[in-house]
């Protein structure tokens, strides 16, 4: 099983934002991501629920992550228990069980390291490592770069409008 901060990484980005493509687009799909990270059972099957609460879980995260950057989830069933050290388990099995283990992954030491690029055209899930914790791009050679030469546009284009302006009044 991925560590819990991977594990809700890898969920996030199941929805590739930038390519618009989608691991998760039918039950099956789900069904088959949860059976290969050890999550569900070989006999799971999900269900069009399962499926709309995974990707409300999934939009959640985001959210939450989003947030991460200077701090609401569905309700899954979840319970403490104690084995020497508290932790949360799904309540339930199955899918909407796996579903619940996401969640709980949550609770996971590295959590607050999670955040999605601050890049809104890309918004793909990165646990920040850094020592700091000031990591706002997933990668500083793509989205770090593009949000700089924007800037660095913008304030070129601002400098010169300035300078026709200054023009116009002379
Ligand atoms: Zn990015």
């Given at each position: 099983?991925?560590?819990?901060?991977?594990?809700?990484?890898?969920?996030?980005?199941t929805l590739d934002v930038e390519c618009d493509t989608d691991e998760l687009s039918s039950p099956a799909e789900l069904a088959l991501w949860l059976r290969e990270r050890g999550l569900a059972g070989p006999l799971?099957?999900?269900?069009?629920?399962d499926l709309a609460t995974a990707?409300?879980?999934?939009?959640?995260?985001?959210?939450?992550?989003?947030?991460?950057?200077d701090q609401a989830l569905p309700v899954l069933p979840l319970r403490v228990v104690v084995d020497p050290l508290p932790r949360l388990v799904?309540?339930?099995?199955?899918?909407r069980?796996?579903?619940a283990m996401i969640a709980a992954a949550v609770a996971d030491a590295s959590w607050d390291r999670l955040k999605v690029c601050a890049e809104i055209?890309?918004?793909?899930?990165?646990?920040?490592?850094?020592?700091?914790r000031s990591r706002s791009w997933c990668s500083m050679r793509v989205c770090g770069n593009r949000t700089k030469t924007r800037a660095y546009r913008a304030r070129k284009q601002g400098s010169r409008r300035l300078q026709a302006s200054n023009t116009d009044t002379v």
């Open positions: 099983m991925p560590a819990p901060a991977e594990l809700v990484r890898d969920f996030v980005n799971d099957r999900a269900t069009d629920d990707l409300a879980l999934r939009e959640a995260l985001r959210a939450t992550l989003r947030t991460h950057h799904p309540v339930e099995s199955g899918v069980g796996a579903l055209t890309c918004q793909w899930a990165f646990i920040d490592v850094s020592k700091n």
